[in-house]
């Protein structure tokens, strides 16, 4: 079966720009978690959807947005882009909350000039 | 606040030989312990895991240990092989919450 796809692979974009990444979860999977990984700081949580409600949301700032819709595709925004958001960014999928569920996607490299 | 901590960011370890990643957790109310192994352009992909009622699990070369008492976990890999190379994660949950990651081990394999 198809993994976890995430568009698109790389993307340069420009500081105060905004930024939209997608995420198709495994099927079946209704559960997508995304992740900002940056040297030095591991796998950060960003937030985590179950049919297309937020369960869970990490330390943030709302400039860090994100939705599920009804195919359990995820979509996550970032808005007003840093030089700092640069950073590989993971969604993951899984059938519940379990972490030996999770499968991950190869990731968006985001890199903000 | 790092809830999952792994002190050493990198570890090199002669081929054939056993590799011991470490991992030290605070938050006492995690239950469920995961490694990932991530190679780089692919994302992390789930190794072993252990509940917090074990001290042990084990799959083929990899085993885990957790210590409760120390808030302590390791995962041991033998024979250490080339293809163990990469960026080693210890994860936690707690009661079905949200998946702290480590900032991660890089392993290197000497031949």
Redesign the interface.
Known sequence: KAG?TQTPRYLIKTRGQQVTLSCSPISGHRSV?W?QQTP??????LF?YFSETQR?K?NFPGRFSGRQFSNSRSEMNVSTLELGDSALY?C?SSLR????G??????TRLTVV | DQQVKQNSPSLSVQEGRISILNCDYTNSMFDYFLWYKKYPAEGPTFLISISSIKDKNEDGRFTVFLNKSAKHLSLHIVPSQPGDSAVYFCAASELDDKIIFGKGTRLHILP
């Open positions: 976890v978690s992740y030095g700081q591991g796998l950060q949580f985590e869970n990490g993971l993951a909350r379990s972490g030996s999770y499968t991950f996607g190869s990731g």
